[in-house]
């Protein structure tokens, strides 16, 4: 029967049949005999194939192998004589599905990420690289486990949206008018109305939380920042519940439990993959995962946080003052240095937040919550949600758009009106602070950034 490689090193018997499908990594040819080690993409391992000249067209078929064919070998699993490996398969038959050339960018050696990302149509194929792919696929598991448990309903929201959610105008534009140089007119459009590409399916998230209570959405969204940076993509995947009948406290306390939990999921179902990050990119990687699942979260005030910068003794590259947005330095001081664990800052200058975010009895602060992480800073962003209609209005004049624009936003406070809250998590940012990894490119299969949108 076909077996993952991961089951095999795992799980596997001495004496068992089994069938393996993969790529070479190695080929190592003795007198009488060869070894072949193989990857499927199940594990960090490889399965050591023993190749006998028994084996039918054993000398045709070794030339045709070099690093990076494919290949399915069946046999019978023996103990290892080796090192490193408690099992490997005895081959009985072998077929080769595709031959690789010598210019094979994989040779076993080491490579940049920098050259990675240039070949990243074949990079998942490396140590490092499948094994953020495992876990990127671990933490998405987890969160759909999380939502699902707790009742969550799982809603798809729109990918072109005619609102700017966030109002920040960073924006790209969905159009099939040929523009030549003219003015264009989008009452001509596909649409009818000028188009976007979502920032963030949060608005709609509303929208099915004021009929299901508890929603989330899990999907791809899109910045048009013109940013160049390791933290910083233009296609990027987002999570984000919304919570009917719900406030500021209950958020925070959802967006709590909601991290301890995935980290646990991945410690305990990415072991292997989690040690090699900690060993080979970030040694810190597994006592950053026991302090976000062991430690209760710090909870401050933007005011408290900014008069905590303020006395410390830390020179920063921005200038800390009330009515400022915090900096990644700013930030990460707070919580790797000062507090060194997950901390949560509430209450925001209302000036610096959405529109859509609660305005405080002081009217001078918003109901909003960002949760600070050691190592990279902001990894959660939420706020309770202003439920207040005639409140609303006024927000959304304030910040220079017109009402009319979100006119079914509206009607959400129009009808039925309820407390709500949410949260927004960077599916990205999550994997690159859970690996280690220094450039979010590398925890993204194809990155979409300035200047590139290759494979």
Same mark, same amino acid.
């Given at each position: 029967?076909?077996?993952?490689?991961?089951?095999?090193?795992?799980?596997?018997?001495?004496?068992?049949?089994? *069938?393996?499908?993969?790529?070479?990594?190695?080929?190592?040819?003795?007198?009488?005999?060869?070894?072949?080690?193989?990857?499927?993409?199940?594990?960090?391992? @490889?399965?050591?194939?023993?190749?006998?000249?028994?084996?039918? +067209?054993? @000398?045709?078929?070794?030339?045709?192998?070099? !690093?990076?064919?494919?290949?399915?070998?069946?046999?019978?699993?023996? $103990?290892?004589?080796?090192?490193?490996?408690?099992?490997?398969?005895?081959?009985?038959?072998?077929?080769?599905?595709?031959?690789?050339? /010598?210019?094979?960018?994989?040779?076993?050696?080491? =490579?940049?990420?920098?050259?990675?990302?240039?070949?990243?149509?074949?990079?998942?194929?490396?140590? !490092?690289?499948?094994?953020?792919?495992?876990?990127?696929?671990?933490?998405?598991?987890?969160? =759909?486990?999380?939502?699902?448990?707790?009742?969550?309903?799982?809603? =798809? &929201?729109?990918?072109?949206?005619?609102?700017?959610? %966030?109002?920040?105008?960073?924006?790209? !534009?969905?159009?099939?008018? +040929?523009?030549?140089? #003219?003015?264009? +007119?989008?009452?001509?459009?596909?649409?009818?109305?000028?188009?976007?590409?979502?920032?963030?399916?949060?608005?709609?998230?509303?929208?099915?939380?004021?009929?299901?209570?508890?929603?989330?959405?899990?999907?791809?969204?899109?910045?048009?920042?013109?940013?160049? *940076?390791?933290? =910083?993509?233009?296609?990027?995947?987002?999570?984000?519940?919304?919570?009917?009948?719900?406030?500021?406290?209950?958020?925070?306390?959802?967006?709590?439990?909601?991290?301890?939990?995935?980290?646990?999921?991945?410690?305990?179902?990415?072991? %292997?993959?989690?040690?090699?990050?900690?060993?080979?990119?970030? #040694? *810190?990687?597994?006592?950053?995962?026991?302090?976000?699942?062991?430690?209760?979260? /710090?909870?401050?005030?933007?005011?408290?946080?900014?008069?905590?910068?303020?006395?410390?003794?830390?020179?920063?590259?921005?200038?800390? %003052?009330?009515?400022? +947005?915090?900096?990644?330095?700013?930030?990460?001081?707070?919580?790797?240095?000062?507090?060194?664990?997950?901390?949560?800052?509430?209450?925001?200058? #209302? &000036?610096?937040?959405?529109?859509?975010?609660?305005?405080?009895?002081?009217?001078?602060?918003?109901?909003?919550?960002?949760?600070?992480?050691?190592?990279?800073?902001?990894?959660?962003?939420?706020?309770?949600? %202003?439920?207040?209609?005639?409140?609303?209005?006024?927000?959304?004049?304030?910040?220079?758009?017109? $009402?009319?624009?979100?006119?079914?936003?509206?009607?959400?406070?129009?009808?039925?009106?309820?407390?709500?809250?949410?949260?927004?998590?960077?599916?990205?940012?999550?994997?690159?602070?859970?690996?280690?990894?220094?450039?979010?490119?590398?925890?993204?299969?194809?990155?979409?950034?300035?200047?590139?949108?290759?494979?």
């Amino acid at each position: 029967m076909n077996r993952r490689i991961n089951d095999i090193l795992k799980a596997g018997q001495p004496d068992e049949v089994v *069938t393996v499908q993969g790529w070479v990594r190695t080929k190592r040819e003795l007198k009488d005999f060869s070894f072949l080690e193989i990857n499927d993409g199940s594990s960090m391992g @490889n399965l050591q194939v023993i190749l006998t000249d028994d084996i039918p +067209d054993y @000398n045709p078929l070794l030339k045709q192998i070099n !690093t990076g064919a494919s290949v399915e070998v069946a046999g019978t699993l023996v $103990p290892s004589q080796g090192k490193g490996q408690s099992i490997e398969l005895k081959a009985s038959s072998l077929i080769v599905y595709g031959e690789c050339p /010598a210019d094979y960018p994989l040779q076993k050696k080491r =490579h940049s990420f920098e050259f990675l990302r240039t070949i990243a149509h074949l990079r998942a194929r490396t140590n !490092t690289l499948g094994a953020v792919m495992r876990v990127r696929n671990a933490c998405a598991a987890a969160i =759909h486990n999380f939502f699902q448990e707790k009742g969550f309903l799982w809603v =798809h &929201t729109p990918i072109i949206t005619a609102s700017d959610c %966030e109002g920040a105008g960073e924006l790209f !534009t969905v159009t099939n008018l +040929d523009f030549n140089g #003219k003015k264009i +007119d989008f009452s001509e459009d596909f649409f009818g109305k000028r188009a976007y590409l979502t920032v963030s399916g949060q608005l709609e998230a509303e929208v099915m939380a004021m009929a299901f209570q508890n929603v989330y959405t899990f999907g791809p969204t899109f910045r048009a920042e013109n940013s160049n *940076t390791s933290r =910083h993509l233009a296609e990027f995947w987002m999570v984000e519940p919304e919570m009917a009948f719900c406030d500021i406290e209950g958020d925070q306390d959802l967006a709590e439990e909601f991290l301890k939990y995935i980290f646990k999921f991945v410690l305990d179902n990415c072991q %292997e993959d989690m040690e090699f990050f900690n060993e080979r990119i970030d #040694k *810190t990687v597994l006592s950053t995962a026991e302090n976000i699942i062991n430690n209760e979260f /710090a909870r401050i005030t933007y005011t408290d946080a900014v008069d905590l910068l303020l006395k410390s003794d830390r020179t920063f590259d921005f200038p800390v %003052e009330w009515g400022v +947005d915090l900096q990644s330095e700013h930030e990460r001081y707070l919580a790797e240095e000062l507090f060194k664990k997950p901390l949560i800052v509430t209450n925001y200058p #209302k &000036t610096i937040k959405a529109f859509y975010m609660r305005l405080n009895d002081d009217d001078k602060t918003v109901a909003a919550m960002d949760i600070l992480a050691p190592k990279i800073g902001e990894i959660i962003g939420g706020s309770q949600r %202003e439920e207040r209609l005639d409140v609303l209005i006024e927000r959304i004049k304030e910040q220079g758009m017109n $009402p009319e624009d979100l006119w079914w936003y509206l009607d959400l406070r129009k009808y039925g009106t309820v407390p709500h809250a949410g949260f927004g998590l960077g599916f990205e940012r999550l994997v690159q602070f859970m690996t280690g990894m220094a450039n979010i490119r590398d925890v993204i299969p194809f990155p979409r950034t300035p200047l590139s949108a290759e494979f």
